[in-house]
């Protein structure tokens, strides 16, 4: 498994601070649940809410792309309010991972290849340190959740439920 990464050279290149942290992927855990990040914090035997996921996403015709604790649930009315649109919804897994140039269960925030407007799950802020997918299916990234918004230039609302 390779260390460098897309999100790590931009992380490197933002002169943030973090570390890795490799885990047995699942390719099976149930992703409708949050399964995939799920098992990742059971992996690395953190809390669920310490353990972000990355999702990409539609407001109207825009892409979105959205970071949230892995134990709560998108509100898509919620997003579209925060974004000033009309309506939300998910984003279909091939264009997912075209526009992001990563795999579904490695998909990154950060170094995406059409990067997108980044919204930030509000209650993740209170965690000292997140863990972010770090571009490859099993190998997180950690850092303070401010430098992830800081890089991304993320807008910060409340967007999910538990």
Known sequence: MSKATRATRALDAAGVAYRLHPYDYDADAQ???GGKGLQ???ALGIAPAR?????MAWVDARAVCVVLPSDRQLQ???LAAATGGKAARMM???EAERRTGYKVGGISPFGQQRPAPTWFEQD????ESVFIN??????LLELAPADAVRVLQA???AISRP
């Open 40 to 42: 990742a914090a059971a």
């Open 124 to 127: 993740a802020l209170a965690q």
């Open 155 to 157: 807008q910060v609302a």
């Open 31 to 33: 992703a409708a649940a």
């Open 76 to 78: 898509p009315k919620a």
């Open 92 to 94: 279909e897994v091939a």
């Open 51 to 55: 353990m972000l996921k990355t999702l």
């Open 134 to 139: 770090a571009g490859q299916r099993g190998l």
